[in-house]
């Protein structure tokens, strides 16, 4: 969802808490292959490393108190 909502929290909210798409939406993956595995695999590459800096750092930040 964060890859094809192009990660706006307005779309977001709507679909998920009416679970209907916002009026006007349009995809926000533009490619003429559309969203490939390759595509999603990227961007979860990068959400989770984001994750393993994020914990890394509480996990420094506790040994350090």
Do not use: H
Not at 16 to 43: C, D, S, Y
Not at 48 to 56: D, F, H, M, T, V
């Amino acid at each position: 969802m964060l890859t094809i909502f192009g990660g706006r929290k307005d779309d977001l909210d709507v679909m998920l808490k009416e679970e209907r798409f916002p009026e006007g939406w349009q995809p926000r993956i533009r490619g003429k292959m559309g969203l490939t595995m390759a595509t999603l695999n990227v961007a979860a590459f990068k959400i989770e490393s984001g994750a393993r800096k994020i914990l890394k750092a509480q996990e420094k930040a506790k040994k350090s108190t």
